[in-house]
């Protein structure tokens, strides 16, 4: 049975994952701090499924997840789902929320949280070549907007990071894909002032994203309508440059 771990599977994109890869027939490990929200989850995706309640941003977290991959999937992984993200909207000159320390604690968890347990779980990802990787970036990771510094920062350096592993791993059976979700609506990025408001989509999609880019896709934009940005900024930067100088 091919086995998958999911971080971030407590709620929005992880949890739908998780219930996507389940029905996929993976068994499944999951991890993020609420470890009440992923006992329910396990519960409910059957008996195989492990629960990991972990900081991720904790020194000990990579070890201590895997021991488990160790313990309960005999060292081998087949898919790699580095989910779990936040974000804290500041400016970089407000004294209160942003600067540098608004920086440091999202890289932590954005950036720093995925290579480190990447680091730790990749003998066990390389062990059951052909396998992957799918780091979950942002369409914020192509675009900047006012408030979004740190978030951009450390979605920017996920996708770069990601783009190198992905050509040092193809030798070694592991493909690394990324997956670049617009606005969704989830409980830590409700979107609620997004507008108009079919630009906001499911953590369903995202999912169905993830399972591509687990399939073999290099990048995937989700919605599709989100492809644009990019391909845009590229283009036309002054345009998409009036379009993010709106955001707040
Ligand atoms: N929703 C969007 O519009 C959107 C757009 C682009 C990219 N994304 C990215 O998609 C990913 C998932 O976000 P989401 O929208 O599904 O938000 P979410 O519902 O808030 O989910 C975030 C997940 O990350 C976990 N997490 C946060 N900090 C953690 C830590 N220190 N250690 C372990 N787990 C941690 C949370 O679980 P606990 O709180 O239980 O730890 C939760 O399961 C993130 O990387 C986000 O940046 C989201």
């Keep these: 049975?091919?086995?998958?771990?999911?971080?971030?599977?407590s709620s929005g994109?992880?949890?739908?994952?998780?219930?996507r890869l389940a029905a996929e027939g993976y068994r499944l490990m999951i991890v993020a701090r609420r470890a009440e929200r992923l006992e329910a989850l396990a519960h409910e995706l059957g008996e195989g499924t492990v629960a990991v309640a972990a900081d991720l941003t904790d020194a000990d977290a990579p070890a201590r997840?895997?021991?488990?991959?160790?313990?309960r999937f005999g060292g081998r992984l087949d898919l790699l789902v580095n989910n779990a993200g936040a974000s804290w909207r500041a400016a970089f000159g407000d004294p209160q929320r942003g600067g540098?320390?608004?920086?440091?604690?999202?890289?932590?968890v954005n950036f720093d949280a995925a290579v480190r347990?990447?680091?730790?779980?990749?003998p066990a990802v390389r062990a059951a070549a052909p396998s992957a990787i799918v780091?979950?970036?942002?369409v914020a990771g192509r675009v900047a907007s006012p408030r979004g510094g740190a978030y951009s920062a450390s979605k920017f350096a996920?996708?770069?990071?990601?783009e190198a592993l992905g050509f040092e791993e193809a030798a070694h059976g592991v493909h690394v894909g990324l997956v670049l979700p617009g606005f969704i609506a989830t409980e830590g990025f409700p979107q609620t002032e997004i507008r108009p408001r079919f630009i906001v989509s499911k953590p369903e999609k995202v999912a169905d994203a993830i399972l591509r880019a687990a399939r073999g896709r290099h990048e995937v934009i989700v919605p599709r309508g989100y492809r644009i940005v990019p391909l845009v900024a590229a283009l036309a930067p002054?345009?998409?440059?009036?379009?993010a100088a709106r955001r707040r």
């Design 1 to 9: 049975m091919r086995t998958a771990l999911v971080t971030g599977a």
């Design 13 to 19: 994109i992880g949890e739908a994952t998780a219930r």
């Design 65 to 71: 997840v895997r021991a488990q991959v160790d313990e």
């Design 100 to 108: 540098f320390e608004n920086v440091r604690r999202t890289m932590a």
């Design 117 to 122: 347990l990447t680091e730790a779980l990749l």
């Design 135 to 138: 780091n979950v970036s942002s």
């Design 158 to 162: 996920l996708i770069g990071w990601s």
């Design 238 to 243: 002054g345009l998409v440059r009036r379009v």
